[in-house]
């Protein structure tokens, strides 16, 4: 029983939430779940399509999670079209519109949070401390209210996604994760709600972290497998854009994160960098099809 888009129930409150859902799910109705920020892209759609496929009904969170921004990370510029965003998860088809107040999922002081394994101190954790902590204390929260069969994420979060599997398969949560491609643009960009900030002249030289991931996977094709010949190889194609500061690039284990010393077809390139104001982050599996 799929409602249809025109349909949407938009929802404050967990107990709203979790009433519509029950309603589904009282049917025989599957879950499925995409839980966002907002400022919705063609990303986020495709991760619509993919909770269409693999379950009945469509529950979308729209939370801007403040305990995942660090003291000068940009929480109170981060874009919030309520309306556009309203509008674009209708038309893709979500059933449910959970769309909650920080005071409804935070009403008082925080005593029990989620705190990530080892491998969060790493890459994006090392540059934002604590961040997965918050990510998974929201995830694992939203995960509660809901109550999703099945759950989607974007590949382009690759830590964030190996950390919420991690924390699925060790608390014994009953849901299935599905991470989903990444979407890029035309000339190759990750979409990324902060793609919005950039500068023309930034927006170019952004095109460079697409080029240092593919001059990677080449080097990868070509027989390349010293893990640190692979990242110059990256390095070398970003240390030619002036406006690019490289936070990291790595070659690391698709799965765990982990550096190796040796790629293999499941090793993952991943980057992060700064273009000014705005911190992009992108990656790419070295073996299979990967996007291509």
Same mark, same amino acid.
């Given at each position: 029983?799929?409602?249809?888009?025109?349909?949407?129930?938009?929802?404050?409150?967990i107990?709203?939430?979790?009433?519509?859902?029950?309603?589904?799910?009282?049917? #025989?109705?599957t879950?499925?779940?995409?839980?966002?920020m907002?400022a919705?892209h063609?990303?986020?759609?495709s991760l619509?399509?993919?909770?269409?496929?693999?379950?009945?009904?469509?529950v979308m969170?729209?939370?801007?999670?403040?305990?995942?921004?660090g003291?000068?990370?940009?929480?109170?510029?981060?874009?919030?079209?309520?309306?556009?965003d309203?509008?674009?998860?209708?038309?893709?088809?979500?059933?449910i519109?959970?769309?909650?107040?920080?005071?409804?999922?935070?009403?008082?002081?925080?005593?029990?949070?989620?705190?990530?394994?080892?491998?969060?101190?790493?890459?994006?954790?090392?540059?934002?401390?604590?961040?997965?902590?918050?990510?998974l204390?929201?995830?694992a929260k939203?995960?509660?209210?809901?109550?999703? $069969?099945?759950?989607?994420?974007?590949?382009?979060?690759?830590?964030?996604a190996?950390?919420v599997?991690a924390?699925?398969?060790?608390l $014994?949560?009953?849901?299935?994760?599905?991470v989903?491609?990444?979407?890029?643009?035309r000339?190759?960009l990750?979409?990324?709600?902060?793609?919005?900030?950039?500068?023309?002249?930034?927006?170019k030289?952004?095109?460079?972290?697409?080029?240092?991931?593919?001059?990677?996977?080449?080097?990868?094709?070509?027989?390349?497998?010293?893990?640190?010949?692979?990242?110059?190889? =990256?390095?070398?194609?970003?240390?030619?854009?002036?406006?690019?500061?490289?936070?990291?690039?790595?070659?690391?284990? =698709?799965?765990?994160?982990?550096?190796?010393?040796?790629?293999?077809?499941?090793?993952?390139?991943?980057?992060?960098v700064?273009?000014?104001?705005?911190?992009?982050?992108?990656?790419r599996?070295?073996? #299979?099809?990967?996007?291509?």
């Amino acid at each position: 029983m799929q409602s249809t888009a025109t349909d949407m129930i938009v929802v404050n409150t967990i107990a709203a939430v979790r009433e519509a859902v029950a309603k589904f799910r009282a049917s #025989g109705s599957t879950i499925g779940f995409v839980p966002t920020m907002g400022a919705l892209h063609a990303g986020h759609i495709s991760l619509v399509k993919w909770s269409r496929r693999e379950a009945d009904v469509t529950v979308m969170s729209i939370f801007v999670n403040p305990l995942q921004f660090g003291p000068n990370e940009d929480l109170s510029r981060y874009p919030r079209p309520v309306e556009n965003d309203e509008a674009m998860a209708r038309e893709a088809g979500v059933d449910i519109l959970f769309r909650p107040e920080v005071k409804e999922m935070y009403p008082s002081e925080r005593e029990i949070t989620v705190t990530a394994a080892a491998v969060a101190e790493l890459w994006e954790g090392s540059s934002r401390p604590g961040h997965f902590d918050g990510v998974l204390t929201v995830v694992a929260k939203l995960f509660n209210i809901v109550q999703p $069969d099945v759950a989607i994420f974007g590949r382009k979060d690759l830590q964030q996604a190996v950390l919420v599997q991690a924390m699925v398969h060790d608390l $014994d949560m009953p849901l299935k994760v599905i991470v989903a491609p990444i979407v890029r643009e035309r000339d190759g960009l990750a979409l990324s709600s902060r793609n919005r900030y950039l500068s023309e002249t930034d927006r170019k030289a952004a095109l460079s972290l697409n080029r240092a991931l593919k001059e990677v996977r080449r080097a990868f094709a070509r027989g390349e497998r010293n893990t640190t010949a692979l990242e110059n190889a =990256g390095l070398a194609v970003l240390e030619h854009e002036t406006p690019v500061k490289t936070d990291y690039f790595a070659v690391v284990n =698709g799965s765990t994160l982990m550096r190796e010393r040796m790629a293999t077809e499941k090793s993952a390139a991943i980057v992060a960098v700064h273009l000014g104001s705005t911190r992009l982050i992108d990656n790419r599996f070295l073996g #299979g099809d990967d996007e291509d």
